[in-house]
């Protein structure tokens, strides 16, 4: 059974979206701005809070991870805690304080971080900061923000997630400067793919236009840099499966429809609520136009989930989110000369939309 395998990975680890390379492709001003800001650590002060926002793929995770391992080898009086902020304030501050999630109240694990923080300087990673916002996480920002030994350093996907924070307490404590990270082009992903393929398989075993194909493919999906390395992967699986020694184009092409639909599931639970139900809203929309898919979106939330109306403001910011994820497409057609524009949202037309619907609605 298992001697038939052909042997094409010398370590698959290396295409996981979890795997933090040596050496960072093409994101050298990213990698500078952050480390500029973390090295202050390494002349005694506490580095001022960081936002690190871009769309899904685009080398948040990675280059923070990365930068911080750097920042370790200078330093060894530093406290730096990584951890992704999917609970309640109380569940991701104990992740933080390293305490047990019973019996200790909120402020006995707000005290706990306090010590550990007394230490030396202190810089927490809060990878994904908006899901623990969209909950009751002001409460431990109100506390963290305070604190003159911690670093806050905030990763999300959400252009917009400064908007979550309700509290004016902790807006007026918590002024982060802002990193932004764009979409990666084909070229930067064939790039990136070309220096894990080296680690990640032995030699000969893919064929010249597998790399340029999974590169072009994950730019179409705004640049995922994690949909080209699952496509990668998957594709090397199916000529595993077919026990050849070669991954070829073929393989690729066939990996896209299981790529797609983990892509597509992943892309789906990322989102909040609100823009679920939008998204749901552009996708069973005839026309596309604003105020139908407001109507639609308000009828939605209101009736089905028991949520809140938008304003048309609110509604343009979350389009452009959803259009920032590579989800849906918005065009703009003049309506001549002095007389403005029209625009339309539509579903993103590299995107199975019935796929897209089944996920929405499990999600949901």
Same mark, same amino acid.
């Given at each position: 059974?298992?001697?038939?395998?052909?042997?094409?990975?010398?370590?698959?680890?290396?295409?996981?979206?979890?795997?933090?390379?040596?050496?960072?492709?093409?994101?050298?001003?990213?990698?500078?701005?952050?480390?500029?800001?973390?090295?202050?650590?390494?002349?005694?002060?506490?580095?001022?809070?960081?936002?690190?926002?871009?769309?899904?793929?685009?080398?948040?995770?990675?280059?923070?991870?990365?930068?911080?391992?750097?920042? /370790?080898?200078?330093?060894? +009086?530093? @406290?730096? =805690?990584?951890? !992704?902020?999917?609970?309640? #304030?109380?569940?991701? &501050?104990?992740?933080?304080?390293?305490?047990?999630?019973?019996?200790?109240?909120?402020?006995?694990?707000?005290?706990?971080?306090?010590?550990?923080?007394?230490?030396?300087?202190?810089?927490?990673?809060?990878?994904?900061?908006?899901?623990?916002?969209?909950?009751?996480?002001?409460?431990?920002?109100?506390?963290?923000?305070?604190?003159?030994?911690?670093?806050?350093?905030?990763?999300?996907?959400?252009?917009?997630?400064?908007?979550?924070?309700?509290?004016?307490?902790?807006?007026?404590?918590?002024?982060?400067?802002?990193?932004?990270?764009?979409?990666?082009?084909?070229?930067?992903?064939?790039?990136?793919?070309?220096?894990?393929? /080296?680690?990640?398989?032995? +030699?000969? @075993?893919? =064929?010249?236009? !597998?790399?340029?194909?999974? #590169?072009?493919?994950? &730019?179409?999906?705004?640049?995922?840099?994690?949909?080209?390395?699952?496509?990668?992967?998957?594709?090397?699986?199916?000529?595993?499966?077919?026990?050849?020694?070669?991954?070829?184009?073929?393989?690729?092409?066939?990996?896209?429809?299981?790529?797609?639909?983990?892509?597509?599931?992943?892309?789906?639970?990322?989102?909040?609520?609100?823009?679920?139900?939008?998204?749901?809203?552009?996708?069973?929309?005839?026309?596309?136009?604003?105020?139908?898919?407001?109507?639609?979106?308000?009828?939605?939330?209101?009736?089905?989930?028991?949520?809140?109306?938008?304003?048309?403001?609110?509604?343009?910011?979350?389009?452009?989110?959803?259009?920032?994820?590579?989800?849906?497409?918005?065009?703009?057609?003049?309506?001549?000369?002095?007389?403005?524009?029209?625009?339309?949202?539509?579903?993103?037309?590299?995107?199975?939309?019935?796929?897209?619907?089944?996920?929405?609605?499990?999600?949901?």
């Amino acid at each position: 059974m298992f001697e038939k395998r052909p042997k094409l990975f010398k370590n698959r680890d290396v295409l996981s979206p979890l795997f933090v390379p040596d050496t960072l492709q093409d994101r050298k001003e990213e990698v500078g701005a952050i480390s500029q800001y973390l090295g202050y650590i390494l002349d005694g002060a506490t580095p001022p809070h960081l936002l690190i926002v871009g769309p899904p793929g685009s080398g948040k995770t990675v280059t923070t991870k990365y930068v911080i391992n750097e920042l /370790e080898k200078h330093t060894s +009086d530093a @406290v730096i =805690e990584y951890i !992704v902020a999917d609970g309640t #304030a109380y569940q991701v &501050a104990t992740s933080i304080a390293r305490a047990p999630r019973r019996g200790l109240g909120f402020l006995n694990i707000v005290e706990k971080i306090r010590e550990r923080a007394s230490e030396g300087k202190m810089i927490i990673v809060m990878d994904e900061i908006d899901k623990t916002l969209s909950r009751d996480g002001d409460k431990l920002l109100y506390h963290l923000s305070r604190e003159p030994n911690v670093c806050i350093v905030g990763l999300s996907n959400k252009l917009t997630v400064m908007d979550m924070i309700g509290d004016s307490g902790v807006i007026s404590s918590f002024k982060p400067r802002r990193i932004s990270f764009a979409p990666y082009s084909a070229p930067q992903l064939e790039e990136i793919l070309n220096y894990r393929v /080296e680690m990640a398989f032995n +030699d000969g @075993v893919l =064929e010249d236009d !597998v790399v340029p194909l999974c #590169a072009a493919l994950a &730019a179409q999906r705004n640049g995922d840099a994690r949909y080209a390395l699952d496509l990668l992967s998957f594709a090397a699986d199916i000529a595993i499966r077919q026990l050849k020694g070669v991954v070829s184009e073929s393989d690729v092409r066939m990996a896209t429809d299981e790529v797609e639909v983990e892509f597509i599931r992943r892309s789906i639970e990322q989102l909040r609520d609100n823009q679920k139900i939008l998204l749901y809203a552009v996708m069973t929309s005839q026309g596309g136009t604003p105020t139908e898919i407001y109507r639609k979106y308000n009828k939605m939330a209101e009736e089905q989930f028991g949520g809140n109306a938008l304003t048309q403001r609110r509604l343009s910011q979350l389009l452009r989110e959803l259009e920032l994820y590579g989800l849906v497409e918005i065009e703009v057609v003049g309506r001549g000369r002095g007389r403005g524009v029209n625009w339309h949202v539509v579903p993103s037309s590299s995107i199975d939309p019935d796929l897209m619907l089944e996920a929405i609605r499990r999600s949901l």
